[in-house]
């Protein structure tokens, strides 16, 4: 979907990746996702695209 939206509008794309890895077990990462969610935490990212795009 994020690629069919910069297509249609010529935006770019920019992944988004946690410092920490939310790790490949389901039920532990939705555990984390849930926990950040209910208490708005958002997790520290590895790269911020202000130092991306100029």
Known sequence: MAR????????GLFR???EEPYG???DS???????ELD???RPKL???I????K
């Open 24 to 26: 490949e077990d389901f």
């Open 39 to 41: 208490n708005g935490i």
């Open 50 to 53: 202000d130092k991306i795009v």
């Open 16 to 18: 988004m990746i946690p």
């Open 4 to 11: 069919w939206i910069s297509e249609e509008t010529g935006g």
């Open 29 to 35: 990462c939705a555990d984390r996702a849930k926990n």
């Open 46 to 48: 590895s790269e911020h």
